[in-house]
């Protein structure tokens, strides 16, 4: 029976803090559709999103690309099949590396240091300054970060998924002895609207996920230095969790017959 009872225990933990962030989620949302907007704090988020990401969202795809065209060669091979390899790389760095990898790299980024600097202002009172100024701390806090995560990881993604393409666009002229032509016409012969928009709207998903994890975290830690170090390593964690989940059902929502 103890068995059990932590069973129940940890399931109603979790609906418990599904259901705080879920209210946290929809608070936010309404107070991004009602003015005053911060623009200044919105561009701030989006040029640390997004401008401060591309490097590492680049280099991630780029060597993405070119794993993945040499290991489609390696197995495509063995089979005769070694002009499929265009097509296997423009898909899958489209449909699922591009939006998943950059998103994960962007909850590693982003999100830990949103949760990092929420959860200082939180232990340290300024949320609560905020309040006794008459300003909302959810407005001013969470708001931009949610709408730069809405829009700029699709840019990201975007970015990705271009020099993903020519990473393995590189491996297969420059190492693997493809013809340049051929590739390319291949590329755009097999890529269709649906697989570009399909990454776009995970990223999107994403992009609010990774925003919505490290405010939440953030905006309720407890406990000091050590409080500020749990809400980050949680909304990291919550953040590749939801991202992974996410994306099984958007792919299942795209692509199932």
């Not at 623009?39 to 690309?65: C, E, H, K, N």
């Not at 390319?184 to 776009?200: A, I, P």
């Not at 407890?222 to 964690?237: L, M, Q």
Request: charged content about 10%.
């Amino acid at each position: 029976m103890d068995f059990l009872a932590a069973i129940g225990r940890a399931f109603l933990i979790f609906l418990e803090s599904t259901g705080r962030i879920v209210l946290f989620a929809l608070r936010a949302l309404s107070h991004c559709a009602r003015p005053p907007l911060y623009l200044r704090l919105i561009g701030r988020q989006m040029i640390d999103i997004g401008y401060y990401s591309l490097p590492v969202v680049g280099l991630t795809a780029l060597f993405t690309g070119m794993v993945l065209a040499l290991q489609s060669y390696t197995g495509f091979a063995r089979f005769q099949a070694e002009g499929a390899v265009a097509t296997v790389v423009v898909l899958a760095i489209t449909r699922e590396l591009g939006p998943v990898l950059a998103g994960l790299m962007v909850a590693g980024r982003i999100g830990a240091a949103m949760a990092a600097e929420i959860g200082t202002m939180r232990v340290t009172e300024q949320i609560d300054a905020l309040s006794t100024l008459a300003t909302n701390p959810l407005k001013y806090l969470v708001v931009p970060r949610l709408i730069a995560g809405l829009t700029m990881l699709p840019l990201l993604v975007l970015v990705a998924d271009i020099v993903g393409v020519f990473g393995g666009f590189l491996v297969s002229v420059y190492q693997l002895n493809f013809n340049p032509a051929v590739y390319l016409s291949k590329t755009w012969e097999f890529l269709k609207v649906v697989d570009v928009v399909s990454g776009l709207v995970k990223a999107s998903v994403f992009g609010f996920f990774v925003a919505l994890m490290g405010c939440y975290h953030g905006y309720h830690s407890r406990g000091g230095a050590e409080g500020v170090g749990t809400a980050t390593t949680n909304a990291v964690v919550s953040a590749s969790i939801l991202i992974l989940l996410s994306n099984y059902l958007i792919t299942g929502l795209f692509f199932s017959k």
